[in-house]
């Protein structure tokens, strides 16, 4: 079970929101909850914590197994301001037509036998 809720602490033993926090089975659980979250860098504010509800010499507590900050974790979603970002597709736009007309072409596809015409090393030609 999650709950969110402002942890303080007294005496360096953790509550949220009135309900003490503790590591149920460690022989001191209310210091160890307070070193686990100290330990996260949870020193007051909001927090989301996981675990089950019970009870410690007639004490009503929340057993944690797990504890974050809530800025944390709200920062790990998109703020509601945010614009959505527009998509960019990392496909190549379709090529052009590419036909054998915008090349050149030899005289032998053209079906003629021409000579090409060649240089000597005057530059003249035969």
């Given at each position: 079970?999650?709950?969110?809720?402002?942890?303080?602490?007294?005496?360096?033993?953790?509550?949220?929101?009135?309900?003490?926090?503790?590591?149920?089975d460690?022989p001191?659980?209310f210091?160890?909850?307070?070193t686990?979250?100290?330990?996260?860098?949870?020193?007051?504010?909001?927090?989301?914590v996981?675990?089950?509800?019970?009870?410690?010499?007639?004490?009503?507590v929340?057993?944690?197994?797990?504890?974050?900050?809530?800025a944390?974790?709200?920062?790990?979603?998109?703020?509601?301001?945010?614009?959505p970002?527009a998509?960019v597709?990392?496909?190549?736009?379709?090529s052009?037509?590419?036909?054998?007309?915008?090349?050149?072409?030899?005289?032998?596809?053209?079906?003629?036998?021409?000579?090409a015409?060649h240089?000597d090393?005057?530059?003249?030609?035969k």
């Amino acid at each position: 079970m999650q709950k969110t809720g402002t942890v303080t602490f007294s005496n360096g033993e953790p509550s949220l929101d009135g309900t003490r926090l503790a590591i149920c089975d460690d022989p001191s659980p209310f210091v160890a909850a307070g070193t686990f979250l100290r330990n996260l860098g949870i020193t007051g504010g909001r927090i989301q914590v996981t675990g089950d509800t019970g009870t410690i010499g007639g004490v009503s507590v929340f057993c944690m197994t797990a504890a974050a900050k809530v800025a944390a974790l709200a920062s790990a979603s998109p703020k509601p301001t945010d614009a959505p970002k527009a998509v960019v597709s990392a496909k190549r736009p379709a090529s052009r037509d590419r036909t054998p007309s915008s090349k050149k072409t030899s005289a032998a596809t053209k079906g003629g036998t021409k000579k090409a015409k060649h240089a000597d090393k005057t530059g003249k030609s035969k």
